[in-house]
T-cell receptor
Framework: GNSVTQMEGPVTLSEEAFLTINCTYT??????LFWYVQYPGEGLQLLLK?????DKGSNKGFEATYRKETTSFHLEKGSVQVSDSAVYFC?????????FGKGTMLLVSP | NAGVTQTPKFRVLKTGQSMTLLCAQD?????MYWYRQDPGMGLRLIHY???????AKGEVPDGYNVSRLKKQNFLLGLESAAPSQTSVYFC??????????????FGPGTRLTVT
């Protein structure tokens, strides 16, 4: 079946540090890949997506590249801010449904 | 547009009680979903619907029922609540299902505690 594995948190960084959150997946066929973000007390919001191999999704300074050869979709940001503190979910989509990873909490201190 | 709304925001139930969670969307989306979120488990799909009058089971459907009588509404029912159903419940909707370009839009969640 489909599955998503992402690094456990929390990830604790200082403001302006470089961020990487690893995500790998197992799926049949060619899934679409997503990163969602959940701020405290809120629902999930789409952060970025990629629908085919070698696509790069980007938004708000975050980037992730769909790597079919390594079945990965790692999230990166060059300089994090305190306002980026949230839980980040990697997800894959095959047909009608999303399969989520367990989430990675990011804590950014001033 | 309000997007995806959920009612209620919080609820406490006693074991064995029943309740219905309401999800409404005003984006004319065909697909709607119910998830539960538990610490360390991510989001798990309970049931979903690919159109008015249709429902399908997700990963963790036991103990829940759903109905989609109107396109804009998706109801999640607990007939006899159990402590294991203590969770945060999220509803989501999307235009379509099969295309990877259709993102899911999420509601703010319902925090349910079963004592």
């Amino acid at each position: 079946g489909n599955s998503v594995t992402q690094m456990e948190g929390p990830v604790t960084l200082s403001e302006e540090a470089f961020l990487t959150i690893n995500c790998t997946y197992t799926a049949t066929g060619y899934p679409s890949l997503f990163w969602y973000v959940q701020y405290p007390g809120e629902g999930l919001q789409l952060l970025l997506k990629a629908t085919k191999a070698d696509d790069k999704g980007s938004n708000k300074g975050f980037e992730a590249t769909y790597r079919k050869e390594t079945t990965s979709f790692h999230l990166e940001k060059g300089s994090v801010q305190v306002s980026d503190s949230a839980v980040y979910f990697c997800a894959l989509k095959r047909y009608s449904t999303l399969t989520f990873g367990k989430g990675t909490m990011l804590l950014v201190s001033p | 547009n309000a997007g995806v709304t959920q009612t209620p925001k919080f609820r406490v139930l006693k074991t064995g009680q029943s309740m219905t969670l309401l999800c409404a969307q005003d984006m004319n989306h065909e697909y709607m979903y119910w998830y539960r979120q538990d610490p360390g488990m991510g989001l798990r799909l309970i049931h979903y619907s690919v159109g008015e009058g249709t429902t399908a089971k997700g990963e963790v459907p036991d103990g829940y029922n759903v109905s989609r009588l109107k396109k804009q509404n998706f109801l999640l029912g607990l007939e006899s609540a159990a402590p294991s159903q203590t969770s945060v419940y999220f509803c989501a909707s999307s235009y379509g299902g099969d295309s990877g370009t259709y993102e899911q839009y999420f509601g703010p969640g319902t925090r349910l505690t079963v004592t």
